[in-house]
């Protein structure tokens, strides 16, 4: 099953739909960060709206960022990418574990907390980039995101996100974000509302191996669907090197590099994103020392 976002454009283009495929994406992601289940269902679900978000940026040059900060038990969840998308994150509690909700599923809900906010930050190549900062209202996500959109993008939206767990991963993981352009009647609208309470959960669609386009023909009520973009390929990918981690330890001041020479006469770094180990040898953190030294 490969990961794909493709957008469409229903009735005659007055509704857009976004729907993805990102079952691989999180896979890696879960394997990277050994991640318990309830842990995949919450990070997979931020991982698929990021790509989804990142897909509409315009420019190689723009960086997405998105923070989720709940007073749940996993703790803060962080997503970077850029327009291609090429997306990393990082959980906080990876391991987080709960029972399952009332309704027999894993507690995201729980485990993100209904309280705390999405911080969005959008860096365009503006003077300023864009934040926007929203509540959470029910840490499932699809519905925060939904929430997000209208309060700081003013936005109309529905935010579909689910990912399916098994004994093995990953089984299905996606998501689909709908917009209702200006000149949308009432009539098509309340026509997708219904056809989304119909259509019921993505990952449960993924699963039936429905195509995107059958899941946008679903979701939408409309036959006669439009695709715009074709398949998009989002990827989970770290671009960390050890020149970047070198920079990090350039931050330190002397006195606590030197403290690392004489303590322990080497350093390890290890990335958040993608838990890579890069480690400085004596000679390596003098280099440093040495540079820091002449400026």
Known sequence: MNDKIIKFLAYNGKISIVCANTTELVEKARKIHDLSPLATAAFGRLLTITSIMAQEMKNPTDKLTIQIKGNGKIGTMITTANNFPKIKGYVEN??????????????????????????????????KPYIGISPLTLGELADDFTNYFVNSEQRNSAVALGVLVNKDGVKTAGGYLINPMPDATEEDISKVEKSIFEAGAISKM??????????????????????????????????????????????????????????????????????????????????????????
Request: contains cysteine; charged residues 35%.
């Open 94 to 127: 990876t391991h987080v574990d709960l029972p399952l909700n009332e309704f027999g599923k894993l507690d995201v809900g729980g485990a993100v907390g209904q309280e705390g906010y999405i911080n969005v930050i959008k860096d365009l190549g503006l003077k």
């Open 206 to 295: 993924l699963d039936e191996n429905l195509s995107l386009l059958e899941i946008a023909k679903k979701v939408t009520g409309d036959e006669n669907i439009r695709v715009m973009e074709e398949e998009t390929v989002p990827i989970y990918e770290c671009d960390c090197s050890k020149e970047r981690m070198a920079d990090v330890l350039k931050t330190l001041d002397e006195a606590q590099i030197k403290q690392i020479i004489e303590e322990d006469e080497k350093a390890e770094i290890i990335c958040h994103f993608c838990n890579k180990k890069y480690n400085f040898s004596k000679e390596e953190l003098e280099e440093i020392l040495k540079s820091k030294s002449q400026k």
